[in-house]
């Protein structure tokens, strides 16, 4: 059974981590522990087995600028005597904590993204 939804593209639900159908639900039950379904549409979220191995490419986007931006302010602006692999390895520790964020928002850019463009599951 298959309803027709009409997916489009919302900013704030993916800001607030919420389904990419109603904009309603949330994703996350926890900290890493995402919820099965929608609590509020019922959308079933993993389309099948390794369905967020392309949550991976999102995971990238969001954490690469993130180290680059820190290791460019680090060496131009912060400690300009040290040199690059002390500043890498000091912005790598900086930006551990936020790992949950950038798993958890990979995972619902992922959402949003396929869904927009798959919205059927027809790739599936």
Not at 35 to 59: H, I, L
Request: aromatic share 16%; charged share 20%.
């Amino acid at each position: 059974m298959s309803m027709a939804r009409s997916h489009c593209f919302r900013p704030g639900a993916i800001f607030r981590q919420q389904c990419s159908e109603c904009g309603e639900g949330r994703v996350f039950e926890g900290g890493w522990r995402m919820n099965e379904r929608c609590p509020v549409c019922g959308v079933k979220f993993e389309r099948g087995p390794g369905y967020f191995t392309g949550a991976m490419y999102f995971s990238y986007a969001l954490g690469i600028p993130l180290i680059a931006a820190g290791v460019l302010l680090g060496k131009l602006l912060i400690v300009r005597s040290w040199p690059l692999h002390w500043i890498l390895a000091a912005v790598w520790i900086v930006t551990l904590p936020l790992v949950p964020a950038v798993f958890r928002y990979s995972r619902v850019l992922f959402i949003h993204f396929d869904r927009y463009f798959d919205p059927e599951g027809a790739g599936d």
